[in-house]
C-alpha cells in the first residue's frame, strides 16, 4: 500500500524517539528469559516507558486500562504532554492529548480494555479513522499485528481483554514501524485494499419473521428490537423494550455473575459488557407464566461462538437466536423489520 506523506507543523508532530538496544537487563520474578514478551519487556523498561511492581514482578497477564496504554504508547513516543494541574488525576494529560488529535477513547478510560479498542485507538494515532473491524484489518495488512491466534480479523481477538505483557509488545512493534504519531480525521470512513490478504467478515444471515398458530413473529420483534443499539467499539448496548399490556414479556440481561431483570419501559445502557453476555426475552399468553408465544436469546458473538450457534455472523455484530432456532445477526433482524 502506498504510503500517505503529510505535511504537520511541529506542535502535531512527535518526534521519533531510538529504539535502543538493552544495556542492563532488568529481571522480573514473574518474567522469565523464556517468556514470550521478555524482550518486548526490557525495551520497555530500558526505554522509561513501564515499571514493575515493588516485589519484583511485573505481572504480564494483568489487564491494561485504556489510560495505561496510553501512557505507554505516548511515552514510547516522548510526546510533550502538560504536566497535570492541582487536582487532575493522574491520567489528565495522556487523556487531553487523545482527545486534542480526536482519537477514540471508551467512555470509562480506567477499566480494562479489549484489544478491538486498541486496534481503532491505534489506527486513529496513524492518521486514520475506521470503525473497529476496519481498523484491525488495517493493522494485520501493516504488519502492525499479526494477530492473537492467527493473521485474521477473527485471530486478531478484538474481544480479548488487553494484558500488560500484550500492551508493551504491541507498542514495541508500532514503534519500529510508525515513525510518527498524528491526528485522526473527524468523519470515520471505509477501509479498502483490494490487494488485502485478509479474509473480510461478511454477515451471510438472513431472517424472515413467521407467522406461527395466528402469532405474527413480525409485531413483537418490532416492539423488542426497535431501539437496540450496539456499539462494538465500545462494547455499548442500548435499548428500550416497551410495556406490552395484552402479553406478559419476561426478560433479563446476564453477564459474568450479574443477572438482572428488564423493566419495560425503562432506558437501559450497558457500557464495556464483556465477550460474555446474553438477553433472554420470552413473551407470555397470561399471567402463568407458562405459554410462550415468542422468545429470543440476543447473545455477544463469543458467547454465541461458544455454543456454535454464531455461523455467518460477524464478530463485531451480537447474535439473535429465536423459538425457531434461527441464528441470526441483530443486523439481518433489522434489515427484515426495516427498523434501521
Known sequence: ??????????????????LTVAANETRFND??????????????????????YPNGSYKPDQ??????????????????????????????????????NNWTLVSETNKPVNRGQIAKLLVNASGKNFNVNDSIHYLLDEG??????????IGYK???????????????NVRKKLAVLDSAPTTESKYE?????????????????????????????????????WDYST????????????VNPLIGIQYGTTKEKIVLGKDYTFKNLPSEFKIDINI?????????????????????????????????DLVVKDQFANNVSLSAIFKALGIK
Open 1 to 18: 500500500m502506498k504510503k500517505e506523506i503529510v505535511a504537520l507543523s511541529m506542535s502535531m508532530l512527535l518526534l521519533a524517539a531510538p
Open 31 to 52: 518474567v522469565p528469559a523464556t517468556h514470550w514478551s521478555y524482550s518486548a519487556i526490557q525495551w520497555g523498561v530500558d526505554n522509561g516507558i513501564i515499571t514493575g
Open 63 to 100: 489487564n491494561v486500562t485504556q489510560s495505561e496504554f496510553l501512557a505507554m504508547l505516548l511515552k514510547a513516543y516522548k510526546a510533550d504532554l502538560a504536566a497535570p494541574t492541582q487536582g487532575e488525576s493522574w491520567d489528565a494529560p495522556y487523556l487531553s492529548y487523545a482527545r486534542l
Open 144 to 153: 502492525l499485528s499479526n494477530g492473537k491466534t492467527d493473521r485474521s480479523i
Open 158 to 172: 478484538g474481544n480479548d481483554l488487553l494484558s500488560r505483557a500484550e500492551a508493551i509488545a504491541f507498542i514495541l
Open 193 to 229: 485494499n483490494p490487494n488485502s490478504d485478509i479474509k473480510v467478515e461478511e454477515d451471510s444471515t438472513v431472517w424472515e419473521p413467521l407467522k406461527y398458530k395466528g402469532i405474527d413473529q413480525k409485531k413483537y420483534a418490532q416492539l423488542i428490537f426497535q431501539d437496540f443499539t
Open 235 to 246: 462494547r455499548t448496548l442500548k435499548f428500550n423494550i416497551p410495556e406490552m399490556p395484552e
Open 284 to 316: 407470555f399468553t397470561d399471567n402463568t407464566f407458562t405459554s410462550v408465544i415468542d422468545d429470543y436469546t440476543v447473545m455477544s458473538f463469543d458467547y454465541a461462538n461458544y455454543h456454535k450457534w454464531a455461523n455467518g455472523v460477524p464478530s463485531t
